[in-house]
């Protein structure tokens, strides 16, 4: 199990030819840790896909402004607005004067409600996609979230998945990539993450969520950017595995102690 005893920021790593991680770490513990990424794309338009740890503070920061010189930013998506995801906003705003906060309507209400300068925002309308000089960037609702604003999207031309939250994984230590994490840990770190981070998951309807799984599939990213586990390239197959095996089987899926039909059945 890890040592790690702070957050830690780690250099930039290539994912594919034209995005690039920002990961870092943070303890959890007596669970492991956590990976914490942010993503940046550069190009004519360069994009950042959220902020990381407020707690990293100039460590981000730093790492962010090796890869790119922040006057030329010109968006930041937002994938939600949970303190892990929008944790230096406020300060590369500051620092990137140009760049515009994409978010939907929730999303733009949470950050009002965070003292957040709205004059920033680029509201994404139902239905819209963010239009670059080189390329589009399709929303889309993933597959498991902790909070309802959340956006990924899908970058056809590179085929990068952006899946925010979901296929997050707590992890016995630090690793640089996806191919290193045996499947034990794998599995295991889904499903105690998405466990915690989608309760509502133990009364999906299995069906539908077996449904939403092979629509990822036939999707078939090249790639799949998540908040919470390294670039899984190539990932896709065994990733809607693991979540098929874990949430859409009665054998393997658990029963949430707090949902109402166990309270009312303790309750009498
Ligand atoms: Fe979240
Ligand atoms: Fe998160």
């Not at 890890?2 to 303890?27: E, H, I, N, R, Y």
């Not at 939907?104 to 509201?123: A, C, I, T």
């Not at 296929?167 to 045996?182: N, R």
């Amino acid at each position: 199990m890890s040592k790690l005893q702070q957050p830690v920021m780690l250099s930039a790593l290539m994912a594919g030819d034209s995005w690039t991680v920002l990961p870092a770490f943070v303890p959890v513990p007596g669970m492991g840790v956590l990976p914490v990424n942010s993503f940046l794309l550069q190009g004519s338009e360069p994009l950042l896909v959220d902020t990381g740890l407020a707690m990293l503070g100039d460590a981000y920061l730093e790492v962010l402004a090796s890869e790119i010189d922040l006057d030329d930013l010109c968006w930041i998506w937002l994938s939600h607005t949970d303190a892990d995801h929008i944790g230096n906003l406020a300060s590369v705003l500051e620092r990137a004067p140009k760049a515009k906060v994409v978010t939907n309507f929730l999303g733009m209400g949470k950050m009002n409600m965070l003292g957040h300068d709205l004059s920033r925002v680029h509201l994404l309308e139902p239905g819209a996609r963010l239009e670059l000089s080189d390329r589009t960037l399709t929303p889309v609702r993933p597959l498991y979230y902790d909070a309802p604003e959340t956006i990924g999207f899908m970058d056809s031309r590179s085929g990068t998945f952006f899946a925010a939250d979901s296929f997050g994984a707590l992890l016995p230590d630090i690793v640089s990539t996806f191919e290193e994490i045996d499947e034990d840990s794998l599995r295991d770190g889904m499903a105690l993450w998405s466990t915690v981070d989608a309760p509502w998951l133990t009364s999906a309807d299995q069906a539908k969520f077996a449904q939403a799984l092979s629509a990822m599939r036939q999707i078939a990213p090249e790639r799949i950017l998540s908040g919470h586990l390294p670039v899984a390239n190539r990932g896709v197959e065994r990733l809607t595995r693991i979540v098929h095996e874990f949430w859409c089987t009665d054998t393997e899926r658990v029963a949430d102690p707090l949902s109402i039909e166990m309270v009312a059945a303790s309750l009498g």
